[in-house]
């Protein structure tokens, strides 16, 4: 067999061969070196001559050598030869016998058509850490061979056990998968676990955490009821990844969720998580959009901190990109907020996302927001259905290489008997004290009208009665009574012209004054104030209403 061409790929023949080129010392050298020419020339002698690689004796190297060997020859790939240490790893193998009934092992391992392929094409052929019969991983090199006294030509097979590189790597490999799940347990604790459910929304969000290492990102949502019917909804992204990113969206998380129950203007809860985000981490840079519904408005009312534009499509499918105004992501530090608007009525749709959704190293992202515009504009359903459609559209797939969170809320336009359960009713308090007793008329006029049990229609009689009075001696025109219910709770709300926010004490028995908002705390479910957008204030207590059935 000619085995002159695969022999000088031998391990250790280069090697060789640049020993005997240094030992050869050149007639015009001699007598250069520290050692004297005679001396030199005694070395030599004593030297053995060293036999070319040509005259070793090959089927004794392979059979000596601890790497497997197979020569097969032909287009069924018949058994030439194994070496020792093949027959130790797969048995002895009869000579002559067709590759696939000889050597199942091969055809198990998927090589028989590689074996094909190396014939075809005269070229080696190299597969990497395959686990064959009884456990052990091997490198496996195909290499053409002429054999001599055969018109087809032969494969040489050569394996190389690498089961313990094969066993680290998978070891290493399944380390970064508990690592990974570790990271993304730790991302999904820090998201609400449960989204609230507005009366007067249905919401969904998805988070999708991107490509398959450990490095998990910060993005994240809220949903946070703030009570009188007004629902806050906020969205972000901490720059970075990893568990530092997830650890600071946990904290900005916590920290608008307690800056939420302030109910303060959009911009204003940015301002706080600007100065927070700061001292967290000055060099930690997150983005942020913090939005508020309120159903009796009509409208979203938002702030954004570097983030992408909300997307609102309204009842007759046309989609509104709410841009302006935004200001620098949270942690920068020196800018003041503001807060805009966009009309989100019944039978509107809200998108709010992070850039993972829309954002792709080969396209502007522009681009990206205008194809989740033109999605959006065709997506119907529940929002949990939209949200799986817009992931969908926009090629979020488990191998995506960015985190992606979608958060998507509805106003339903309800007709009909569920109509009937969401109703509004308001008076404009004009006048002096004659204006309480028109307000204990209108509130249990309507009260009577929406059918509530005598109990809690006096409940909400009282309560009105108390918001009024406290607004007729400490507010300033104008004033105005606003009833709502919905289909779990009755809410009360009287709006004046004065910021000064009510604050629940106890009335000594001498007092005059100071008992009002102490007894609506009392008979009440809930209660609460905030500043209004154009100076004044609104007090409001809630009631839930008794579950049918």
Partial sequence: MNFTRWSARLPGTQRRAAARTEHTVSPDRRGEGSVPAARVERLTEDVPAMPAVDELPVREVLDRIPALVALVHGPDHRVAYVNDAYA??????PPG???REALPELEELGLLPLLDQVLRSSRPRTVKSRKAPGGRSYTFTCTPVDVPGDTSRGVLVFAADVTDHAEAAERLRA????????AVTLQRSLLPQELEQPDDLRIAATYQPGGTEAAVGGDWYDVITLGGGRTALVIGDVMGRGVRAAAVMGQLRTAVRAYARLDLPPHEVLQLLDGLAMEIDANQ???????????????????SAGHLPILVRDENGQVLRADEPTGPPLGTGGWMHASGSVPLGPGSTAVLYTDGLVERRDADLDEGIAALASALAGATGTPQVICDRL???AGVTAGHDDDVAVLVLQHPARTGPDGELFRNAALELLGGVEAAPRARAFASGVLTSWRFPTDLHDLGVLAASELVANSLQHGTPPMRLRLRRTDRRLIIEVTDGDDQLPRRRRAEPADEAGRGIAIVATIATNWGSRRTPGGGKAVWCEFALPCEG
Avoid: K
């Avoid at 130790?88 to 193998?93: D, L, N, Q």
């Avoid at 913090?290 to 938002?302: Q, W």
């Fill in 88 to 93: 130790a790893a797969f048995g002895p193998r």
């Fill in 97 to 99: 016998e067709p590759a």
């Fill in 175 to 182: 380390s970064e998968r508990e690592q990974r799940r570790t």
């Fill in 285 to 303: 840079i997150a983005t942020c959009v913090y939005a508020v519904h309120d159903p009796n408005e009509g409208r979203l009312v938002y702030a």
């Fill in 391 to 393: 992931l969908r559209s």
